[in-house]
């Protein structure tokens, strides 16, 4: 089924920045997990040194973690729990890992190139599950990507090779994973025991998968998949232990990324890097309404109108322009105050909120209220 969605004018106004506090520092990479944004950044000077600063909604430095050696550029993170998965290149792949309990930073681990002497191995994504790492690593000596399973100390478990197409991401607010493999499936994967623990499949068809993105919803057990393809952008809400309840298409814009799927207090916000998101409500029979948002986004705070994006060196606070809206309910009672004497109360409400007809419909609806409430106040008199 085909989602028809509408596209609103939204204005995403430019609030705050970030830029590491480091002399010669660049930031390489920034993800959002939760409520934190998580900074790599490395010194432009040498091809040694990173850092990873860890940021609340506000930009603040909550913490900062450096990394002095074998790592040139840092290309990947993820976070769980109190463990931090940074994925660097140094020439090949160096993982670290941070225990935040702790404050110390543990590896590299190195991970080299099947081709030996003058090739590469290079992380292109990482996603943690309970305290295993899964390292998506691309290998240009047979140009084929390769799943490495790491522990928390951190060494290789495991590794196999995947094709040449591949995508893995954590459900956000879980220990789940998505997992494709340039098959027709996306496996939802429980990764907890430092294996491919598959709990169930998404069909894509022929569909060539650009990437993957998913958020856990507690209350409802369920997993909402949201994946970028040639054929479009899709929402898969998958019930955990009764399986898949829909599958539908969001988008018809081909090969759009997906990078980050957040809760709204009535549905879900995807965000793109392509300066696309989607506000997906009413979950049962969804419905998406199409917003430009700021390039090179990668978060979306849970329950707010905040959108952080990577521009060149700054990590960028985005908040949603609400319009005013202004709605009059008057309510006239006839009274006997001196015989031949009417009262007229009038009540006007200003809201500032979200700018969707449904949201206009509530403030007519709360008028209404105030408008009865009134009334009988003017009654008791």
Same mark, same amino acid.
């Given at each position: 089924a085909l989602v028809t969605a509408s596209i609103v004018s939204a204005e995403w106004?430019?609030?705050l920045s970030y830029t590491v506090p480091y002399t010669d520092y660049g930031i390489d990479t920034a993800v959002m997990?939760?409520?934190?944004?998580?900074?790599?950044?490395?010194?432009?000077?040498?091809?040694?040194?990173?850092?990873?600063?860890? &940021?609340?909604?506000?930009?603040? @430095?909550?913490?900062?973690?450096?990394?002095t050696s074998q790592a040139d550029t840092i290309a990947a993170i993820d976070a769980r729990g109190d463990l931090i998965a940074v994925g660097a290149i140094y020439g090949n792949t160096t993982i670290f890992v941070i225990n935040r309990t702790e404050g110390s930073v543990y590896g590299p681990a190195l991970i080299e190139s099947a081709g030996g002497?003058?090739?590469?191995?290079?992380?292109?994504? &990482?996603?943690l599950?309970?305290?295993?790492?899964y390292a998506l690593v691309?290998?240009?000596?047979?140009?084929? %990507?390769?799943? %490495?399973?790491?522990?928390?100390?951190?060494?290789?478990?495991?590794?196999e090779p995947v094709g040449m197409m591949a995508d893995i991401a954590r459900v956000e607010n879980s220990d789940y994973l998505l997992y494709w493999n340039g098959s027709n499936l996306i496996y939802i994967v429980d990764g907890t025991a430092g294996s491919l623990n598959v709990v169930?499949?998404?069909?894509?068809?022929?569909?060539?998968?650009?990437?993957?993105?998913?958020?856990?919803?507690?209350? @409802?057990?369920?997993?909402?998949?949201?994946?970028?393809?040639?054929?479009?952008?899709?929402?898969?809400?998958?019930?955990?232990?009764?399986?898949i309840e829909y599958s539908t298409q969001i988008?018809? @814009?081909?090969d759009l990324v997906p990078?980050?799927?957040?809760?709204?207090?009535?549905?879900?916000?995807?965000?793109?890097?392509?300066?696309?998101?989607?506000?997906?409500?009413? &979950?049962?029979?969804?419905?998406?309404?199409?917003e430009a948002i700021p390039t090179y986004a990668f978060g979306y705070y849970y329950g707010s109108e905040y959108i952080y994006a990577l521009y060149q060196n700054e990590i960028r606070r985005f908040a949603l322009e609400v319009a005013a809206v202004t709605t009059t309910q008057t309510v006239t009672e006839t009274q006997l105050v001196y015989e031949t004497e009417t009262e007229t109360v009038t009540e006007t409400t200003t809201v500032e909120g979200p700018y969707t007809t449904t949201d206009l419909a509530i403030v007519g609806i709360v008028c209404l209220l105030l408008g009865a409430a009134i009334a009988y106040v003017v009654r008791k008199r």
């Open positions: 106004t430019y609030e997990v939760g409520n934190e944004i998580l900074v790599g950044a490395s010194n432009t000077s040498t091809q040694e040194d990173a850092a990873v600063f860890v &940021l609340d909604v506000n930009l603040s @430095e909550v913490a900062s973690y450096n990394i002497t003058g090739f590469s191995a290079q992380v292109e994504k &990482l996603a599950s309970g305290e295993y790492i691309y290998d240009n000596f047979d140009m084929n %990507y390769y799943l %490495y399973i790491l522990d928390k100390t951190p060494s290789v478990v495991t590794s169930d499949s998404i069909d894509v068809g022929t569909a060539v998968v650009r990437a993957v993105a998913g958020y856990y919803n507690d209350t @409802e057990n369920a997993i909402y998949v949201v994946y970028g393809s040639d054929m479009g952008t899709y929402l898969v809400k998958y019930v955990i232990g009764t399986g988008g018809t @814009e081909a990078t980050f799927v957040a809760a709204i207090p009535n549905g879900l916000y995807v965000v793109t890097e392509n300066g696309y998101g989607y506000r997906v409500t009413n &979950l049962t029979s969804p419905t998406a309404e199409v």
